[in-house]
């Protein structure tokens, strides 16, 4: 007699997101912010073209100009975080995105245009952090798998506010213009009501201090701009963050100068990295899931990086269907590549991030996003001027820093993972 056997059931949607409520709630905050930032980002060059009058060289300065204000967000949000409530902090950044965007609606003066760009990059940049922070301590060790939630909720997002905005374009008015830049703002206020019903979740540090009847430490807290270690890392990251730029900025006029491919691949590329973001982010998660597991990622993380940048150099080889065919690999290994470095540089950035100190730590790893958002574009324009021998160096530099990463990452981390969650008398 054959014995039947019934599969255990699935638990809900719901209880497979860490986090609980709050965790639910805050991913929901990070869709709707995807989705007004596409709404906003795709058509931000054309706003300041056709509706404020700025010439080109204009348009490119204000953007460099907000773009290098902006660095400075990542390590003033980490160091707020640690000096006041993370939720409050999060809304202030939110309602400041929203006040800014409204500005430029005021003038069409050049500098004033250029100060209220570099006023709204400031808190953008410092959102990354924040939030990064918030799902650190309301995940716990399970805040790999609920950052690779939160980023195909995120691309899901930037591909709804992105086909919002070619619908507004298709228009092509002074008023579609605004009402991009109106809703996006609308969108922070919206994040602002949603995150006001977030409950605080507590730092790390409080969770211990709590489940401790020694007296406070009077020690000063730890200083990332001290720890070289911890430098030597986000410089190191600064370089792989660089995937972003090749993708979105090297791979569409590497097209155009320097291969037989018809124009309209790149666009199609984008939309393959999306959607392979939206597939294959969270399965990939449960490879990152320990700090140990994370820093062994930086091996096959080398190999994807060289993998593609050989090759971008092979679509320059001549011919159509070679070029379509390289583009097409080196896009998609690129985008596992992507996807690879975000589940290491989530979980040991937060590991190597002592707990009296978390959110100023955050804070300086973001400088790594920020300056490659600022100097990538510049780099990888110069790497297609160079043409196809200039990938195999920038592999090889990439291959360099993950040896030299995975040195730095097994020497820093000596502690247990702290993926493990701490065991407190409070838990208890």
């Not at 952090?129 to 805040?143: C, E, F, I, M, N």
């Not at 291959?399 to 208890?428: I, M």
Request: overall charge positive; charged content about 15%; some cysteine.
């Amino acid at each position: 007699m054959s014995r039947s056997t019934t599969r255990p059931a699935r638990p809900p949607l719901k209880d497979r997101i860490p986090g609980g409520t709050d965790g639910r709630r805050m991913l929901l905050v990070g869709f709707i912010d995807k989705c007004g930032t596409g709404l906003w980002s795709t058509a931000m060059a054309l706003y300041f073209t056709y509706v404020t009058g700025l010439g080109l060289g204009q348009v490119g300065l204000l953007i460099a100009l907000s773009g290098a204000a902006g660095i400075a967000g990542a390590p003033l949000g980490g160091r707020l975080a640690d000096r006041f409530p993370l939720v409050r902090v999060i809304i202030c950044t939110q309602l400041l995105r929203a006040a800014a965007l409204l500005a430029l609606l005021t003038t069409d003066d050049y500098l004033l245009l250029v100060l209220f760009s570099a006023a709204g990059a400031l808190p953008d940049r410092a959102t990354n952090v924040l939030t990064k922070l918030y799902a650190a301590r309301v995940a716990g060790p399970d805040r790999v798998r609920y950052q690779a939630i939160n980023r195909t909720t995120s691309n899901l997002g930037w591909t709804l506010g992105g086909l919002g905005a070619a619908a507004a374009l298709a228009i092509g008015s002074d008023t579609a213009f605004r009402i991009l830049l109106i809703g996006d703002a609308l969108s922070y206020l919206v994040m602002a009501a949603l995150t006001l019903r977030c409950a605080e979740p507590p730092a790390p540090a409080t969770r211990i201090a709590a489940a401790s009847t020694d007296p406070a430490p009077t020690a000063a807290p730890s200083n990332p701009w001290r720890d070289r270690g911890f430098l030597a890392f986000t410089a190191g990251e600064a370089v792989f963050f660089l995937h972003d730029s090749i993708i979105q900025v090297a791979l569409p006029l590497w097209i155009v100068h320097a291969t037989d491919a018809p124009v309209g691949l790149a666009p199609l590329l984008m939309v393959i990295n999306s959607a392979l973001v939206v597939l294959f982010q969270v399965p990939l998660s449960r490879f990152g899931a320990t700090t140990d597991a994370a820093r062994r990622l930086l091996g096959p993380l080398a190999g994807l990086f060289a993998a593609g940048t050989l090759a971008l150099a092979v679509s320059a080889l001549g011919g159509r269907t070679l070029a379509i065919t390289s583009l097409i690999t080196a896009a998609v290994v690129l985008t596992f590549a992507e996807m690879i470095h975000t589940l290491a540089s989530w979980e040991i950035s937060v590991a190597l991030a002592p707990d009296d100190a978390q959110g100023a730590y955050l804070g300086v790893h973001g400088l790594a996003q920020s300056t490659q958002r600022f100097a990538g574009p510049l780099l990888m324009t110069g790497l297609v001027s160079a043409g196809p021998v200039a990938w195999p160096f920038l592999g090889a530099a990439l291959v360099a820093t993950a040896a030299a990463q995975n040195r730095l990452v097994r020497r820093h981390l000596t502690e247990p993972s702290l993926s493990v969650p701490k065991v407190t008398v409070s838990e208890h």
